[in-house]
């Protein structure tokens, strides 16, 4: 069965750092891209980043790019959002998704939240 | 960059038909991801690929996509279907995916 879970939410203050992590499970990992996905508290969902399943090929939004960094490592099966420069508009519940090209995020995982206050 | 557009809210009576619009340019040379997000809950996959159903969402949920808009339409609607729905696609000019602006089914 496949398992996504993420961890490294935290209350941070603005212009901040964090990294969130996405342990997966249940399915050989390189072979899938990852993506993160965010939500802000009562909004709707945004696209954030995604990465391939060997790393070398990464998009962001560009509400992220130049701030946050994606990577994976297939060796332990997990997925990285390293996020900096954090602002009040970067509070949200981040999701990682497993991409299976045209069948969509088909796995999720259950979020963790990042706070950005002082 | 791309937009997609969808009603806010959309109501049903038990047992009617629930239509959902996701409405871009020429959206229907993209292909079209389907979302349903119960409150507190992650997404769930209900429709890929524009058309096709994961394995265990029912038959009701089906999808279309043509033009400037996709549809998700979900044929008798139970209580169970009320929930936030979202459209995905990949905007391959810019390499971004992009949400829907989301729809609200409420189950009068």
């Known amino acids: 069965e496949v398992h996504l879970v993420e961890s490294g939410g935290v209350v941070v203050q603005p212009g901040g750092s964090l990294r969130l992590s996405c342990a997966a499970s249940g399915f050989t990992f390189e072979d899938y891209a990852m993506h993160w996905v965010r939500q802000a508290p009562g909004k709707g969902l945004e696209w954030v980043s995604l990465?391939?399943?060997?790393?070398?090929?990464?998009y962001y939004a560009d509400s992220v790019k130049g701030r946050f960094t994606v990577s994976r490592d297939n060796s332990k099966n997990s997925l990285y959002l390293l996020m900096s420069s954090l602002t009040g508009e970067d509070t949200a519940l981040y999701y990682c998704a497993r991409w299976r090209g045209t069948g969509g995020l088909d796995h999720w995982g259950q979020g963790t939240l990042v706070t950005v206050s002082s | 960059s791309y937009v997609l557009t969808q009603p806010p809210s959309v109501s049903v009576a038990p047992g009617q038909t629930a239509r959902i619009t996701c409405g871009g340019n020429n959206i229907g040379s993209k292909t079209v991801h389907w979302y349903q997000q119960r409150p507190g809950q992650a997404p769930v996959l209900v429709v890929y690929?524009?058309?096709d159903r994961p394995s265990g969402i029912p038959e009701r949920f089906s999808g279309s996509n043509s033009g400037n808009a996709a549809t998700l339409t979900i044929s008798r609607v139970e209580a169970g279907d009320e929930a936030d729905y979202y459209c995905l696609v990949w905007d391959i000019s810019i390499d971004h995916y992009v949400f829907g602006t989301g729809t609200k089914v409420t189950v009068l």
């Open positions: 990465i391939s399943g060997d790393g070398g090929t990464i």
């Open positions: 690929g524009d058309s």
